[in-house]
């Protein structure tokens, strides 16, 4: 073997050392025409219109005529004004009634459905799902009707106990409860799922262990089941809650706000300045109030889940 023979080919040099810059400069090219489409969507149809509406939050812009610098004033009467109180009240009742029952629900049928004890669990996983598939402004018509005070199904079959429940979508004392029902009844079955992907990420050893140290079942949910599944829950109350600041449709479809704005939410006073009071401004900074509001919230829940899976590890 000769000398030349063991010499390693080498490739020679690039002039100037362009190859690995054009190399770079190719990727470069491709990651952005990858990424020009999506950018393209958001900065229309998301960050444009939310720097539109920040700034229209400090005018008197009613989409007619020319807009005025007010400053400030849009989100003073945020805090002063009556009705804005009242709906924030009203949000703040439909979030403390919505998000722990549809939350608890969530997690006890998830954990029924998990159980390989109960027969046809796919037919009732179907069935427990069919709610979310239904659109909820469709929902809504629905439950409208079946609540009918002189038509309705649901009150023909309770006439039948000897029970009137009349109409409670009118009765301002009901209709915010009656509202909450529907929201749960619609929504329970994404955060069913949500659940059950996670109960069916924990190993069946920690319960076999659990159960071979004499815990019982309650006992295996409080020290198994529920630390497991401490980022699942915080995920689900997180979008619960801000699913819940958000309620719009079925309280517009259902009551419209009423009776007597027992069911104005925040979002409906939105709805209601912008586009029917033409306070486009006014809108604008209740809009903004109410995204400073969830991303509180959010964090606040971030922080409490992560403080309490410190306190489990």
């Known amino acids: 073997m000769t000398l030349t023979s063991t010499r390693r080919f080498r490739p020679p040099p690039q002039i100037g050392g362009r190859g690995p810059l054009r190399g770079r400069a190719k990727r470069r090219i491709t990651i952005v025409a990858f990424l020009l489409p999506a950018m393209t969507i958001l900065i229309t149809f998301v960050f444009w219109p939310m720097f539109a509406a920040l700034r229209l939050s400090f005018t008197d812009a009613s989409g007619f005529g020319l807009e005025q610098w007010v400053g400030l004033e849009n989100y003073i009467a945020v805090f002063t004004e009556p009705n804005i109180l009242r709906a924030m009240g009203n949000t703040a009742l439909y979030t403390v009634m919505f998000t722990p029952v549809v939350v608890l629900l969530a997690l006890l049928l998830a954990l029924a459905l998990n159980s390989p004890k109960l027969p046809l669990r796919g037919a009732f996983r179907t069935a427990l799902f069919l709610p979310f598939i239904v659109s909820l402004a469709v929902a809504a018509f629905a439950w409208q009707y079946l609540l009918d005070p002189q038509v309705g ?8 106990f000897g029970v009137r429940i009349g109409d409670v979508l009118q009765d301002p004392a009901l209709a915010m409860p009656t509202v909450v029902l529907i929201a749960v009844w619609k929504n329970f079955p994404f955060y069913m799922i949500v659940f059950l992907a996670g109960v069916q990420e924990i190993p069946q050893s920690l ?11 309650l006992a295996r949910f409080r020290n198994v089941t529920v630390p497991l599944l401490s980022n699942t829950t915080g995920f689900v109350l997180v979008i619960s809650t801000i699913a819940a600041l958000q309620a719009f449709d079925q309280i517009y479809i ?11 939410t925040v979002v409906m006073q939105i709805y209601k300045s912008g586009f029917k009071d033409l306070e486009l401004g006014f809108a604008s900074a209740l809009s903004y109030v109410l995204l400073i509001a969830t991303l509180l919230l959010s964090l606040v829940q971030f922080a409490i889940t992560a403080r309490g899976e410190k306190d489990a590890g």
Do not use: I, R, V
Request: cysteine-free.
């Open 254 to 264: 259902l009551t419209g706000g009423g009776p007597y704005q027992s069911t104005q």
């Open 153 to 160: 199904l649901l009150n023909f079959w309770l006439q039948s």
């Open 207 to 217: 319960y076999e262990a659990a159960k071979m140290d004499g815990a019982g079942p």
